[in-house]
């Protein structure tokens, strides 16, 4: 990309997307130095589209195929393809449920990030800030971290701990966790944005600002 040019931004999508909302907020203002160039779904009817069409953002819905983790061939040639049309930059997953690898982690290497939330390694998959209130655990949190061909097991390039607090319901935590996601998702693609995060193996640096 050359300085010249907005760095551009493919969001992807399974549910209601709150995430996706907080960095379109985040670009219209200017705190990421970005722009939001697709929103893609593997569900027809989710928020994450809806509330992009709200936007005026370009947002399309691509049929994930006979699977229910991942994408079948056909599907993950349309979403690179989608996402290469676009020119985007970084490929941002925001809940999007499928499981990426192979050839769609080869054409964007190093450029597709996911937020997760718990303190990984803690607690990967699914439901995991139910996890951590069933262990017991007092402190949990967020982690945005590259993605490799594990599940949830690439580079992390940022952390925010949330604590559990006494009486926590599912519900109550799973609010301050995701305040915490829109908080620090949107201050990690901000920092690649401005080239300010480099991957070594499985190092991030943040540059100095
Ligand atoms: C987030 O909690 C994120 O950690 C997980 O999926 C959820 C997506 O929420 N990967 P939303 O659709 O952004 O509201």
Not at 42 to 48: M, S
Not at 151 to 177: C, N, S, Y
Request: glycine letters at 10%.
């Amino acid at each position: 990309m050359s300085s010249q040019q907005t760095f551009r931004l493919g969001i992807l999508g399974s549910g209601k997307g709150s995430n996706a909302d907080a960095i379109a907020d985040g670009c219209a203002s200017g705190k990421i130095p970005a722009q939001v160039a697709v929103v893609l779904s593997d569900v027809a009817e989710a928020g994450i589209l809806q509330k992009a069409r709200a936007r005026g953002l370009n947002a399309k819905f691509i049929d994930p195929g006979k699977f229910r983790t991942k994408l079948d061939d056909a599907a993950e040639v349309a979403f690179i393809k989608t996402l290469q049309e676009a020119k985007v930059d970084l490929v941002v997953l925001a809940g999007f449920m499928r499981i990426l690898k192979g050839e769609f982690l080869r054409v964007f290497k190093d450029r597709v990030i996911n937020i997760h939330p718990s303190l990984l390694p803690s607690f990967p998959g699914l439901d995991a800030w139910k996890q951590a209130l069933d262990y017991g655990v007092k402190h949990t949190g967020v982690t945005v971290h590259f993605v490799d061909q594990g599940i949830d097991t690439g580079p992390i390039i940022a952390q925010e701990t949330v604590a559990i607090l006494q009486g926590d319901t599912a519900e109550m935590l799973h609010k301050r966790i995701q305040e915490t996601e829109h908080r620090l998702y949107s201050k990690a693609v901000a920092a690649l944005a401005r080239g300010e995060v480099q991957v070594r193996g499985r190092q991030t640096i943040w540059k100095q600002s």
